[in-house]
């Protein structure tokens, strides 16, 4: 009796370390899914594209801008899942990530430059400008 007692909890148990780890997977892959479109390299490349005559960076700039958009990219993709999942906690967070960029970028850009760049937020969060990846 104590054996099958013994066996039905082990049973159990196991599914229940089973069901974890799939329930992990789960929202792994749903993460995954989310980001699936999101490929910072080639994102980072087109907002420079912008950025770098919008403006006028020096060839000094320019490498330091681009590490602060990559690193802010990468960031923004852990984060992305959440767009869909708890939207308010995916604005809490991008505003820390953007107030971030922003503080990185402040030590790079000139004055004017800061100001040119926070004018090239498009109104809306448009998927066909490649900025909207950083405002939004």
Request: charged share 15%.
């Given at each position: 009796m104590k054996k099958i007692i013994l066996a039905c909890l082990l049973l159990?148990?196991?599914?229940?370390?089973?069901?974890?780890?799939?329930?992990?997977?789960?929202?792994?892959?749903?993460s995954l899914a989310g980001t699936a479109g999101f490929d910072v390299k080639k994102l980072t490349s087109g907002i420079m594209g912008k950025l770098t005559p919008g403006l006028a960076l020096t060839a000094l700039q320019q490498p330091k801008v681009t590490e602060a958009v990559t690193g802010f990219l990468g960031k923004k993709a852990n984060i992305l899942g959440l767009l869909k999942s708890d939207p308010a906690k995916y604005a809490?967070?991008?505003?820390?990530?953007?107030?971030?960029?922003?503080?990185?970028?402040?030590?790079?850009?000139?004055?004017?430059?800061m100001t040119k760049f926070l004018g090239m937020k498009p109104a809306t969060n448009n998927p066909t400008n490649v900025l909207s990846n950083l405002f939004f």
């Open positions: 159990v148990g196991a599914s229940n370390v089973t069901k974890a780890q799939l329930g992990d997977l789960t929202k792994q892959a749903s809490s967070q991008f505003g820390t990530l953007f107030n971030g960029l922003k503080g990185s970028l402040g030590g790079i850009l000139g004055k004017d430059q």
